[in-house]
C-alpha cells in the first residue's frame, strides 16, 4: 500500500544506500565506530558549516543534535524565560508548536524555504519584517539545505534543521549558532548528553561527499512532479499541501491533517502528502486513480 506518511520506509535506490553505508565503514570505521567529543565529529561539521555558508552564514559555529525536536529545545532552554516562547508561523512545523502558546514572543521561528508543510517561499523584505518583529531570528533550513536562496540572514540568527530528510536511515539534526552564542550552547549541550551517535555524523558526511544525497533529492523531485501532473498543485520534493474534496483516502494512505500544523487550530480541510515513503512507481499508481 502507499505510504504518505513522509518518513523514510520505503526507497527505490537501495544500492546507493548501500555504498553510502560501505564508504562510511571502509573510510571511517575507526571514527565512526567511536565516540567523539560534544561538539561533534570534525569532517561532518566543517561539511555542514560549508553548506551553510553557502546560504549566508559564514560565521556560524555548528553542533549535532539527536533531532528537529532536541534542536528547538536547546534553543528553547537558553533563550526562553518563564512567560516567553516562539513565535511560529502558521502552519508550522509540528516540533515548534508546543513553544507556540503564550503572551509575550521572545523569537520568531521560520522556515525560509519549503516550509512545511505547504511549500511556501519567503522574499527577502518578508524575512526582514519578520525578524524585526522579536529579539531573537530562528531559521528552520530543514528542507532548503540542497535547494533554494535565503535572500535575507538577520544579525544572531540562530539555524536549526534536520538532517533526516537528506537520506533513507539518516538520524540527525543541528544547531547552528553565531560565536558570541558558542560557548553558550555547547554547555547546554554537553550538560543534556555526551553527542549523537558517531556513524550518524559520518553517514551524513559520506553521503553529502559522495553526492548521494542529490541522487535521492533528484528522485524526490521526480515523485514531485508526479503530484504536480496527477493534482495539478504545486509540492515540494518533500511534501505537498492539498486541500481535497474529500480527504478520507488521503488520511487512510498515511496522509497528515493539516490541523496538527497549526497553532491556531487552523487548515483541517487540508492534508499534508509526505513523498519520501513511497515509490515513484507506487505514487504514480495511486494518483492516477485518485478521484479530484
Known amino acids: 500500500m502507499v505510504d504518505l506518511s513522509g518518513t523514510w520506509i520505503k526507497n527505490s535506490d537501495v544500492d546507493v544506500v548501500r555504498l553510502v553505508h560501505e564508504t562510511v565503514v571502509r573510510e571511517f570505521g575507526r571514527k565512526a565506530l567511536q565516540y567523539t567529543d560534544t561538539a561533534g565529529a570534525p569532517e561532518p561539521r566543517e561539511e555542514l558549516r560549508r553548506i551553510l555558508a553557502a546560504k549566508g552564514f559564514t560565521r556560524h559555529e555548528v553542533y549535532f543534535t539527536t533531532s528537529i525536536a532536541d534542536s528547538i529545545r536547546v534553543v528553547a532552554e537558553i533563550h526562553l524565560n518563564p512567560g516567553e516562547c516562539i513565535q511560529p508561523e502558521d502552519p508550522t512545523q509540528k516540533e515548534v508548536l508546543s513553544y507556540a502558546k503564550c503572551g509575550r514572543p521572545k523569537a520568531v521561528y521560520i ?130 499541501w492539498l486541500r481535497p474534496r474529500d480527504k478520507t483516502i488521503f488520511l487512510k494512505h498515511g496522509a497528515l491533517d493539516g490541523s496538527v500544523f497549526s497553532w491556531r487550530g487552523r487548515f483541517g480541510e487540508y492534508v499534508r502528502l509526505g513523498l519520501t515513503s513511497a515509490t515513484e512507481e507506487e505514487l504514480a499508481d495511486f494518483l492516477s486513480k485518485v478521484p479530484l
Open 111 to 240: 522556515q525560509p524555504h519549503w516550509r512545511n508543510p505547504d511549500g511556501y517561499i519567503y522574499t527577502a523584505g518578508e524575512l526582514e519584517a519578520a525578524a524585526r518583529s522579536a529579539p531573537l531570528t530562528i531559521y528552520d533550513l530543514t528542507y532548503s539545505l540542497l535547494a533554494g536562496d535565503v535572500p535575507y540572514v538577520p544579525e544572531g540568527a540562530v539555524v536549526v534543521g534536520s538532517l533526516d530528510v537528506l537520506f533513507p536511515g539518516l538520524h540527525l539534526a543541528y544547531v547552528a549558532v553565531p560565536p558570541s552564542l558558542s560557548d553558550y550552547y555547547l554547555n547546554v549541550l554537553e550538560a543534556s548528553y555526551l553527542h549523537p551517535p558517531t556513524y550518524m555524523q559520518y553517514l551524513f558526511y559520506a553521503a553529502v561527499k559522495s553526492d548521494a544525497v542529490y541522487a535521492v533529492f533528484n528522485s524526490l523531485a521526480r515523485r514531485r512532479d508526479l503530484v504536480r501532473q496527477h493534482l495539478g498543485v504545486e509540492a515540494t520534493p518533500y511534501f505537498a
